[in-house]
């Protein structure tokens, strides 16, 4: 059995004035971001999704019924961030290894099969090149060589989506970050591997990211 935990709680506060709802509640092409993404892991066969989220998107979730019994959901009653709310949904996995992922990191080219195939570790991160969003001046002596325009970055970040032993997700603090707290502690006793994404990724925080998404499935639709 597949499981996965979907971290959707807080609000979307680098969209404001333009909006006040949940992120995870954010419509995309006339769907939720949430139901967007449980669609995404179904269709990759997992047979059961955790959603660690926060009473004020639960409640406003108004496809939940859609989703039973293939989603159980792990709620927040505090802010414990994204450690705590590893810690707390994780008390719903019954199989060894869980598929974690940010609702709003979507990565639609990922298969997640070949993080299960690779994983040698306790955890998995995928990885990606971040393009610079301006263009990049060669220049010596104060000549100008060359422009490239938007280039990919030489180094690597994560993308939001891991693979973890469910037993590390067992000692992770109560409260805090976990990306703050834990993946730096992780790497530095040689407990994680990285996966190569290079695929297309899109994460939503802010307007221009939305406009970005809904423009690729348009063009996707269109090439259909």
Known sequence: MREAIVLAGGMSKRLKP????PKPLLKLNNKYLLDAQIDWLKSKGFDHVILATD??????????????PLVKVSIETDHLGTSGALRKAVEYV?????????????????DPSELYLS??????????QPKIEFGVVRIRDNTILRFQEKPYLKFWVSCGHYLFQKDILKTFPESGNF???ILPKLSKDRKLQGYKYKGR???INSLKDIEKYLLEIE???KSK
């Open 179 to 181: 990306e703050e707290l």
């Open 94 to 110: 019954d199989s060894d290894l869980v598929y974690v992922m940010n609702v709003d990191d979507i990565l639609s080219d990922l």
């Open 201 to 203: 990724w899109f994460t």
């Open 18 to 21: 333009f909006t006040d709802i």
């Open 55 to 68: 009473l004020e998107t639960y409640s406003h979730w108004e496809t939940k019924e859609e989703y039973l």
């Open 119 to 128: 994983l040698h570790k306790p955890g998995i991160v995928v990885l990606h």
């Open 219 to 221: 063009r996707f639709i």
